[in-house]
């Protein structure tokens, strides 16, 4: 499962690319970040990652939910590539120094 982490990548919105002046495209995507969705019933949404499901490669957002038979919310797993990242969490070092080697030079 470690290596499936490679396989939930989202584009960078253009905004967040030039205010941490990213080169790359797309980064993996990780719990904590803000992303909106792009494609699907959920256009347009955004909100934060509580969940990344590597055995399905989906998201979980915080704030889309859907109503089973049962009256029972649960939440809908979106696909990593129709959402595009917003916001990223920065709160880890390895990240962020990760974050300064895709820095345009």
Known sequence: LHERQKFVNAHISKELSSKLGIKKRSIEVRKG???KV???????????VIKVDL??????????????AKGK????LINAS????TDLDLSDKLRKEK???FKSK
């Open 33 to 35: 970040d803000t992303v």
């Open 99 to 101: 974050m300064e080697r």
């Open 38 to 48: 792009k494609s699907g019933d959920q256009k347009g949404k955004s909100g934060k």
């Open 82 to 85: 129709n959402v595009y990242i």
């Open 55 to 68: 055995g399905k490669s989906k998201l979980s957002i915080d704030g889309l939910t859907v109503k089973n």
């Open 73 to 76: 919310e649960s939440n809908i």
